[in-house]
T-cell receptor, first 112, second 117 residues
Framework: ETGVTQTPRHLVMGMTNKKSLKCEQH?????MYWYKQSAKKPLELMFV???????ENNSVPSRFSPECPNSSHLFLHLHTLQPEDSALYLC???????????FGPGTRLLVL | AQKITQTQPGMFVQEKEAVTLDCTYD???????LFWYKQPSSGEMIFLIY??????QNATEGRYSLNFQKARKSANLVISASQLGDSAMYFC??????????????FGTGTRLTIIP
């Protein structure tokens, strides 16, 4: 596989569930990102990791918990989400922070 | 103030015609980067083209070119000879500051381009 992959592609969960989104990049990049894309709103940066260390956390609610076990993998752990958290969650990676970001296909999340 | 403004929510263009998608930006930083991404209905954001603020020439990548007018703070995307597969959302984005250590991309609200056969 090449590029940035994300699983699952679609997810429906209740507000009391716990689930995780997975992102994997096969580009040898050192930086990885989580974005949220809601309808009719600009893409919002949620978290940034560089060499497995978090460098950015844009005031994201604690019900979203990122994890970066190595430079190729990034997770977003979800618990007790709200319906307004329904969105497309995009993962991206770049060779270094500040360089061109390459995105995965996203996970479409619906919270009921 | 909006950092990135895309004033065209939607555009319809005849196949094989050229398309210009508008993007204006706002920054006081002399060093910045501008990006265009394409997002088909499948959801993936596909990187198209990049322009650095100090680049002397307009960026080009195949059928894509960036009309960079620094004084006007505009970075319009031009697609030549449009194809049906160009139908998608297009996002303009900006990174303020030099490459190193500046991770944040600010995105515009996008333009939905529809190519008509």
């Amino acid at each position: 596989e090449t590029g940035v992959t994300q699983t699952p592609r679609h997810l429906v969960m209740g507000m009391t569930n716990k689930k995780s989104l997975k992102c994997e990049q096969h580009l040898g990049h050192n930086a990885m990102y989580w974005y949220k894309q809601s309808a009719k709103k600009p893409l919002e940066l949620m978290f940034v990791y560089s060499l497995e260390e978090r460098v950015e956390n844009n005031s994201v609610p604690s019900r979203f918990s990122p994890e970066c076990p190595n430079s190729s993998h990034l997770f977003l752990h979800l618990h007790t989400l709200q319906p307004e958290d329904s969105a497309l969650y995009l993962c991206a990676s770049s060779r270094q922070i500040g360089e061109t970001q390459y995105f995965g296909p996203g996970t479409r999340l619906l919270v009921l | 103030a909006q950092k990135i403004t895309q004033t065209q929510p939607g555009m319809f263009v005849q196949e094989k015609e050229a398309v210009t998608l508008d993007c204006t930006y706002d920054t006081s930083d002399p060093s910045y980067g501008l990006f265009w991404y394409k997002q088909p209905s499948s959801g993936e954001m596909i990187f198209l083209i990049y322009q650095g603020s100090y680049d002397q020439q307009n960026a080009t990548e195949g059928r894509y070119s960036l009309n960079f007018q620094k004084a006007r703070k505009s970075a319009n995307l031009v697609i030549s000879a449009s194809q049906l597969g160009d139908s998608a959302m297009y996002f303009c984005a900006m990174r303020e500051g030099p490459n190193f250590g500046n991770e944040k991309l600010t995105f515009g609200t996008g333009t939905r381009l529809t190519i008509i056969p």
